[in-house]
Nanobody
């Protein structure tokens, strides 16, 4: 059974930073593209950052230059470093595979079961 456990979220002021982690079990990350998704209240879940099995990386425009996705295949872990956080980054963040998903997609298909996510709240 595939399981994702996300952590690292929290409450932060605008301009602050957080580092999210996602540990996967029941799946070998290195064979999959992996992604960080987020869902804000009242909005669809979207893929914001993607790293392929070959370490090609893509971001949605609104997080370019501020977010950095990375993967440690030995630890089956994916990270999301978030800097210069903005109010509009407030959302629940989830990781999952992203083999047939492009950044910005709001109807991703062929995903594994979702983990519990980690809440990021940016507030002044």
């Amino acid at each position: 059974q595939v399981r994702f456990v996300e952590s690292g979220g929290g409450l932060v002021q605008p301009g602050g930073s957080l580092r999210l982690s996602c540990v996967a079990s029941g799946i070998t990350n290195r064979y999959n593209a992996m992604g960080w998704y987020r869902q804000a209240p009242g909005k669809q879940r979207e893929l914001v950052a993607r790293i392929s099995s070959g370490f090609n990386i893509n971001y949605i425009d609104s997080v370019k230059g501020r977010f950095t996705i990375a993967r440690d295949n030995a630890e089956n872990t994916v990270y999301l470093q978030m800097n210069s956080l903005k109010l509009e980054d407030t959302a629940a963040y989830y990781c999952n595979t992203a083999n047939s998903v492009q950044v910005g997609d709001t109807s991703p298909a062929n995903l594994r079961s979702w983990g519990q996510g980690t809440q990021v709240t940016v507030t002044s």
